[in-house]
């Protein structure tokens, strides 16, 4: 029983997701996060303007 528990750990080790790992890297979410702005569905924030696309043209990239 202690064998099956410590396999089952291994397992579990070795089969575990790195993490960001599930969110394709689109460039122009890198783009826009690398100049300090953010990705938002629908409209940016009152005091934010839209300077371009973001997560291959989903979303929209918010900046001040």
Do not use: E, Y
């Not at 396999?7 to 790195?18: G, M, R, S, T, Y």
Request: charged share 10%.
């Amino acid at each position: 029983m202690k064998i099956l528990c410590l396999l089952f750990a291994v397992l579990l080790f070795l089969f575990q997701a790195a993490p960001g790992s599930a969110d394709p890297l689109f460039p122009d979410t890198v783009a826009c996060r690398t100049q300090g702005n953010f990705c938002r569905s629908g409209a940016c924030p009152p005091t934010f303007t839209i300077s371009g696309p973001c997560h291959g043209g989903m979303l929209n990239c918010c900046a001040k």
